[in-house]
């Protein structure tokens, strides 16, 4: 069975630091892709970052760029997410997805990239 | 950046009915655009890949459509489990992505 447990959520001081851990299981974790997803308390679904199989090329949103950091280990089967400089606004439930990624270079319809197993999520809480 | 908005924000509907949701790109995004179901404190869930592509294991009930700027998600003969929200998505091949606010399906 696919699973992505992620774990690490606390409260935390405006200005501080969490790390974010994701396990997954039931696949090859080396050859996907990942994503981590938030959402802010009554809020819609927030893209935060994603990272390359080989744990290159990673993107950020606009609103975490220069704060957060994502990385993998492919030998512990784990992603990960560095927050730093922590803001109120980054309260909310992050949840680490696989993203199923496929090319076509002769065809750009044929380009798909979406998040097709997510995990339950952990809950960040920025607060003094 | 992308900006996607989606109409409605909220409908009301009974089971059985059909039900159309808009999500519309503030420029050209081909048919990058994938579309989720979420429900209330659970994770969401891939419905639409590609605009057009139903995922395995999601009924054929759902539907989508669309390329350019204009994409809608289709629900016939709806189902008491469907009632949650929907939000649309799209990506680029420089992994720029964004969600629309989302569309709360409930019940009449």
């Known amino acids: 069975e696919v699973q992505l447990v992620e774990s690490g959520g606390d409260l935390a001081q405006p200005g501080g630091s969490l790390r974010l851990s994701c396990e997954v299981s039931?696949?090859?974790?080396?050859?996907?892709?990942m994503s981590w997803v938030r959402q802010a308390p009554g809020k819609g679904l927030e893209w935060v970052a994603s990272?390359?199989?080989?744990?290159?090329?990673?993107q950020y949103a606009d609103s975490v760029k220069g704060r957060f950091t994502i990385s993998r280990d492919n030998s512990k089967n784990t992603l990960y997410l560095q927050l730093n400089s922590l803001r109120g606004e980054d309260t909310a439930v992050y949840h680490c997805?696989?993203?199923?990624?496929?090319?076509?270079?002769?065809?750009?319809?044929?380009?798909?990239?979406?998040?097709?197993?997510w995990g339950n999520g952990t809950t960040v809480i920025v607060s003094s | 950046d992308i900006q996607m908005t989606q109409s409605p924000s909220s409908l009301s509907a009974s089971v059985g009915d059909s039900v159309t949701i808009t999500c519309q790109a503030s420029?050209?995004?081909?048919?990058?655009l994938n579309w989720y179901q979420q429900k209330s404190g659970k994770a969401p869930k891939i419905l639409i890949y590609?605009?057009?592509n139903l995922e395995e294991g999601v009924p054929s009930r759902f539907s989508g459509s669309g390329s350019g700027t204009e994409f809608t998600l289709t629900i016939t003969s709806l189902q008491a489990e469907d009632f949650a929200t929907y939000y649309c998505?799209?990506?680029?091949?420089?992994?720029?992505?964004?969600f629309g606010p989302g569309t709360r399906v409930e019940v009449k």
């Open positions: 998505q799209h990506y680029d091949n420089l992994v720029r992505i964004g």
């Open positions: 990272i390359a199989d080989s744990g290159a090329a990673p």
């Open positions: 420029q050209d995004i081909n048919n990058w």
């Open positions: 590609g605009a057009s």
């Open positions: 997805a696989r993203v199923f990624l496929s090319v076509d270079p002769g065809d750009k319809s044929l380009f798909y990239f979406y998040m097709d197993v």
């Open positions: 039931g696949f090859t974790f080396s050859r996907f892709d």
